[in-house]
């Protein structure tokens, strides 16, 4: 198995919902990442826990709050989002996030949020 | 200010010809450089890699050159086929800063033309 899976595929959510995105591994990567792309912009790095534990936080604002219950699950907890916040949201995991080597990170396909 | 930079936003090749896409960085702590495929309404899937101690890495039709002292790397397609037709965005590393963040380039669109 080597996918990474993200759900939903598609969201749209009012500026007072809360709402959440999920992604799941089962490759036994010890690293995971939330990326945001806007539309032709490269993709952003916003988070990156390694070994479950937060290690980046790319100054993301509050109203994104991040989750990694355990080495195979992340979340993405959205609260009082801005329509400025659409675009596409991809989750990613790597063997390894700290150490050597940095090889591949393996993208899932991204859930497509709009925020109206 | 953009640390990787992909110059031509699209490009188009005749299918059987080489497509060569290219790529410029800034930050000299950049050692381990990636290509990405991405299909519209998809992730990015990782194509190929190379260490910044290697100055070439090839993978079937796929090969990846890099020049250290010109901070550039390129990514040759030989012989392109229609299902190239993506885009490609570069990415790098710090390998010292042991933190696996990946910074992307703005892609390249290739069209490969049957």
């Known amino acids: 198995d080597t996918e990474v899976t993200q759900t939903p595929k598609h969201l749209v959510m009012g500026m007072t919902n809360k709402k959440s995105l999920k992604c799941e591994q089962h490759?036994?990567?010890?690293?995971m990442y939330w990326y945001k792309q806007k539309a032709k912009k490269p993709p952003e790095l916003m988070f990156v826990y390694s070994y479950e534990k937060l290690s980046i936080n790319e100054s993301v604002p509050s109203r994104f709050s991040p989750e990694c219950p355990n080495s195979s699950l992340l979340n993405l907890h959205l609260h009082a989002l801005q329509p400025e916040d659409s675009a596409l949201y991809l989750c990613?995991?790597?063997?390894?996030?700290?150490?050597?080597?940095?090889?591949?990170?393996?993208f899932g396909q991204g859930t497509r949020l709009t925020v109206v | 200010d953009q640390q990787v930079k992909q110059n031509s936003p699209s490009l188009s090749v005749q299918e059987g010809r080489i497509s060569i896409l290219n790529c410029d960085y800034t930050?000299?702590?950049?050692?381990?450089f990636l290509w990405y495929k991405k299909y519209p309404a998809e992730g990015p899937t990782f194509l190929i890699s190379i260490s910044s101690i290697k100055d070439k890495n090839e993978d079937g039709r796929f090969t990846v050159f890099l020049n250290k002292s010109a901070k550039h790397l390129s990514l040759h397609i030989v012989p392109s086929q229609p299902g190239d037709s993506a885009v490609y965005f570069c990415a790098a590393s710090a390998y010292s800063s042991n933190t696996g963040k990946l910074i992307f380039g703005q892609g390249t669109t290739l069209q490969v033309k049957p």
């Open positions: 490759m036994g990567h010890r690293a």
């Open positions: 990613a995991s790597s063997p390894q996030g700290n150490g050597p080597p940095n090889t591949e990170a393996f």
């Open positions: 930050n000299s702590m950049f050692d381990y």
